[in-house]
C-alpha cells in the first residue's frame, strides 16, 4: 500500500502545473494534501473527486488558507474531519482515516514565524495532535502520521542550521517536540532507513533559486508506530516532483 504525501502549496495552484497528471501517472493507494487553500466546492469536479479516487477535505474557515486533503483508491472503515477541537479544527489541519491495518493521520502543522502568538497555538497544537495519536496507540491500534510538520528536527535535515537556530522551523522547543515523538516510539521512516543522508530536503524557499542549488530543509514526514516497521517496504523523498515549493514523500507498507 503506497501512501504520498505533499504540501502542494494550493491544490489550484498545483492543478494548472499538471497536478493530476502526476496523480495518474504515480498512481498512490493513499495521498494526503497539505496547504490546500480551498474549500471542495471551489475545486472543478475531476480535480475534487479525480478517476479512480474517493475524496475528503479539512478546509480552515478563512478562505484561501490551510486546509488538507485526502485521496484514497479504497474506501477507509471510517474518516474524521480534525481533532475535535475547534480552535486547531476551525484552520483545516487534520483528517484521520482508519484503514484497518492501520491508522492515518494527515496534518498541515502551522507555521509559527509570524508572532509569539502563532508559535505558541503551533505548539498547543502538536500537544494535541500527539495526544490524539498517543490515544489511538492504546486503543490497540497501528498509527502512521504524516504531512508537513513545518519543523526541521535536526541539523541534517537544513542546509544551513547555525543561522536558523533563532528562527520558527528549528527553534529548539520545536525540535523538543519532535525528539518526544521518537522517545515515545514512533520512528521518522525516512531517516530511520537513511540515517547519514545529507541534503536530504523536502521544501525550499521560493526565493534565490534555492531548490537549483538545494538549499532547503526536510520538514515533512512521515512517522510510524514501531510495530509498522517490520512492513516498510520503500520510504522515499522525490525531490524532482515540481508543482509545489515542496515534493512529494512517500511510504510504501505491506500487509
Not at 31 to 59: C, F, I, M, N
Not at 68 to 77: A, D, I, T, W
Amino acid at each position: 500500500m503506497k501512501v504520498v504525501s505533499w504540501n502542494v502549496n494550493g491544490i489550484r495552484a498545483a492543478h494548472r502545473k499538471g497536478f493530476l497528471d502526476w496523480l495518474h501517472a504515480e498512481a498512490p493507494d493513499v495521498l494526503t494534501v497539505q496547504e490546500t487553500k480551498a474549500h471542495p466546492e471551489q475545486l472543478p469536479a475531476k480535480l475534487r473527486q479525480p478517476d479512480g479516487y474517493r475524496s475528503w477535505w479539512a478546509s480552515a474557515e478563512r478562505k484561501g488558507y490551510s486546509g488538507v486533503g485526502l485521496y484514497s483508491k479504497s474506501q477507509p472503515r471510517d474518516v474524521q474531519i480534525g481533532l475535535g477541537i475547534e480552535k486547531f479544527d476551525s484552520e483545516g489541519r487534520t483528517i484521520i482515516a482508519d484503514y484497518g491495518d492501520f491508522t492515518l493521520m494527515t496534518t498541515y502543522l502551522p507555521n509559527g514565524k509570524a508572532s509569539a502568538e502563532r508559535l505558541r497555538y503551533k505548539m498547543e497544537y502538536k500537544e494535541a495532535f500527539l495526544d490524539y495519536a498517543n490515544g489511538l496507540r492504546a486503543a490497540g491500534k497501528s498509527v502512521v502520521f504524516c504531512g508537513d510538520i513545518n519543523t526541521a528536527h535536526n541539523e541534517i535535515d537544513l542546509t544551513h542550521p547555525k543561522p536558523n537556530s533563532k528562527v520558527s522551523g528549528f527553534l529548539r522547543e520545536e525540535r523538543d517536540w519532535i525528539d518526544k515523538v521518537v522517545e515515545q516510539g514512533y520512528i521518522d521512516i525516512y531517516r530511520h532507513r537513511n540515517p547519514e543522508k545529507e541534503g536530504a530536503y523536502s521544501w525550499w524557499s521560493l526565493r534565490s533559486g534555492a531548490r537549483a542549488k538545494n538549499v532547503g530543509w526536510r520538514i515533512d514526514y512521515f512517522f510510524i508506530s514501531p510495530d509498522l516497521l517490520e512492513r516498510v517496504a520503500t520510504a522515499e523523498i522525490h525531490a524532482d516532483v515540481m508543482g509545489s515549493d515542496h515534493c512529494p514523500i512517500s511510504l510504501t507498507l505491506e500487509f
